[in-house]
């Protein structure tokens, strides 16, 4: 169920639902409200929706210029595009995230080599212009004409750099009594929250919802993203946290935690084994034909997505563009396979179980 209105967790925060039109695995992303002391509060990734957090501001009787901090879970742009609106309100606020991912936030570069892999790219004619106006930030460079659909894309998605404040690390104490822990995988610098006045948990993309762990971006790490879930259930266990709040879905989960974090992590296990028994069953196969399988509706969902963008209407083809991506998540999961010497590559490139 979609959750519509923001709603009061307890005394201290307010989840703020946020419709997303970034994201394609998800209609919502969730923004959270913190008091951190009587007069003032911080936002936990703020979102894309100007309108849902203003609500939400007005019914909690928070003015902008109460907001003294924006935390960032990672820097995927579906959780962070009102930096720049609350900036603009309160130029106060202050902006944190992990020092893993400032770089992401501050070069339009960094933060799409996070999501493609630029030297796939760079292959082909038909990127110059992305790449060209990646290159340079999307300056307002004269020289750099930027194609009107892919100005587009930028606005849509809001992608632009931007500068943080601060940059904090795991272990670190912020005010309102949250504890930073890194969690690597999904991002390489994404962080939880842990609320240690309430033993409450802000999960971001470990988000526990049954479409299962997301593979999303160049730089996820499977076996990272592995190791982090099974640190989560440790932490829920060792912190008595009764409740999670996660960057997606339907929240507060109060329910069942261990066992949710369990079948979170076995979705990814499913994932491998059903990589492991197409190669039994196959022998050899590419990368493509691997994706057209094993990823066949989210290949399905984000062609769905893509229709609606007008840049990938302009200029990319959409079956390329949603294989090209679809293709790089597999090769992450690939890869982890491939180091605990599950699979290899024969000379031919073709993928195979390891003898
Ligand atoms: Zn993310």
């Not at 104490?173 to 822990?181: A, K, T």
């Not at 984000?302 to 390329?320: C, M, R």
């Amino acid at each position: 169920m979609r959750l519509k209105n923001c709603v009061k967790i307890n005394e201290k925060t307010t989840l703020i639902p946020q419709e997303s039109m970034i994201s394609f695995n998800f209609n919502t992303c969730n923004s959270y409200l913190i008091k951190i002391n009587p007069n003032e509060f911080a936002i936990i990734d703020p979102g894309i929706s100007k309108k849902q957090l203003k609500e939400a501001l007005k019914i909690n009787k928070v003015d902008v210029s109460d907001l003294k901090y924006i935390y960032l879970t990672h820097s995927h742009s579906d959780h962070l595009a009102l930096i720049d609106y609350l900036k603009s309100v309160n130029p106060e606020i202050r902006t944190l995230i992990h020092s893993f991912e400032v770089n992401f936030i501050e070069s339009v570069k960094d933060y799409f080599n996070l999501l493609f892999d630029l030297s796939l790219l760079q292959q082909n004619q038909k990127y110059r212009d992305f790449l060209a106006a990646i290159q340079f930030n999307i300056t307002k460079d004269p020289k750099i004409k930027v194609n009107k659909s892919l100005q587009m894309i930028f606005d849509i998605w809001n992608i632009k750099p931007r500068t943080i404040d601060k940059r904090f690390e795991d272990g670190d104490h912020l005010e309102g009594d949250l504890r930073v822990i890194h969690v690597p995988g999904h991002s390489p610098g994404m962080c939880f929250f842990l609320d240690e006045s309430n033993n409450t948990l802000f999960s971001s993309d470990i988000h526990l919802s049954r479409l299962g762990a997301n593979i999303s971006g160049n730089l996820t790490n499977v076996s990272d993203l592995k190791d982090s879930i099974i640190f989560a259930k440790e932490l829920v266990k060792k912190k008595d946290i009764h409740m999670i709040l996660s960057g997606h879905g339907t929240n507060p989960i109060t329910d069942n935690l261990i066992i949710r974090l369990k079948q979170f992590y076995s979705s990814i296990l499913r994932k491998e084994n059903q990589i492991l028994t197409l190669l039994k069953q196959n022998g050899k196969l590419s990368l493509t034909q691997i994706t057209n399988i094993t990823f066949k509706k989210n290949k399905e969902r984000f062609q769905k997505y893509l229709v609606n963008q007008p840049f990938f209407q302009d200029s990319i083809i959409i079956a390329e563009a949603s294989e090209l991506i679809s293709n790089r998540n597999l090769l992450r999961e690939l890869e982890r396979l491939k180091k605990i010497k599950s699979v290899e590559q024969n000379s031919e490139l073709w993928w195979i179980l390891k003898k």
